[in-house]
């Protein structure tokens, strides 16, 4: 029975970590949902979507890729599109994925501005959104610590001395965010190497 029992344990661990890389239509209509989907942030959504539901990335891999993201001019999000994109089908990748994620909420907010601009001051409308204010904040915590956990899994200390180093300059003590990059993005990227090597020796 232990002869039979042991590659049954195993079958979970044999399970691909990635899916075909998806077409440019699919790759369109997945991020199209994704910003249709992402009241609150698309954050929340595209890791969902990407990692968990596709799987056309490690949780390792999108957290690079988000840090990548985030450290480039222009909205975190936009930026992983092109990226994601771009990094599954080329260029024409990045396009579609870019395409999926603005076009569709363009149009609704194009709608919804015109009719802001009328019914705007109405006090149900204001309240409404301050309620939705705290949902935001909530699907945002909870991404955060979904990206951690590979930190935690792996009990990469480092990792997390860093992040909390960088979360108490800007968070705390109210550091400007250009001169905290500066000082966190070579420490990081030089202390990653230098672990590296030496796992390697």
């Not at 994601?84 to 909420?105: D, E, K, W």
Request: charged share 15%.
């Amino acid at each position: 029975m232990s002869l039979d029992s042991a590659p049954a344990a195993q079958e979970p661990d044999l399970t691909p970590a990635h899916s075909p890389p998806p077409s440019l239509p699919a790759l369109f209509m997945a991020f199209a949902r994704m910003s249709l989907a992402g009241f609150g942030g698309v954050l929340v959504f595209a890791r969902r979507a990407i990692v968990e539901r596709h799987r056309w990335m490690t949780a390792d891999e999108f957290n690079e890729t988000f840090a990548l993201c985030h450290f480039l001019p222009g909205p975190n999000i936009v930026n992983l599109s092109m990226v994601f994109g771009s990094r599954l089908r080329g260029i024409a990748g990045g396009i579609a994925a870019f395409a999926g994620l603005l076009l569709p909420p363009t149009l609704i907010m194009t709608v919804l501005a015109i009719i802001y601009a009328h019914f705007g001051d109405v006090d149900v409308l204001r309240r409404s959104l301050a309620g939705i204010s705290c949902a935001a904040v909530g699907l945002l915590i909870a991404v955060v610590f979904r990206m951690m956990t590979p930190l935690l899994k792996r009990m990469d200390a480092v990792g997390l001395i860093l992040m909390l180093a960088v979360f108490t300059a800007i968070g705390v003590l109210r550091l400007p965010l250009q001169v905290v990059l500066l000082v966190a993005i070579p420490l990081s990227v030089g202390v990653t190497f230098i672990l590296r090597r030496k796992v390697a020796a």
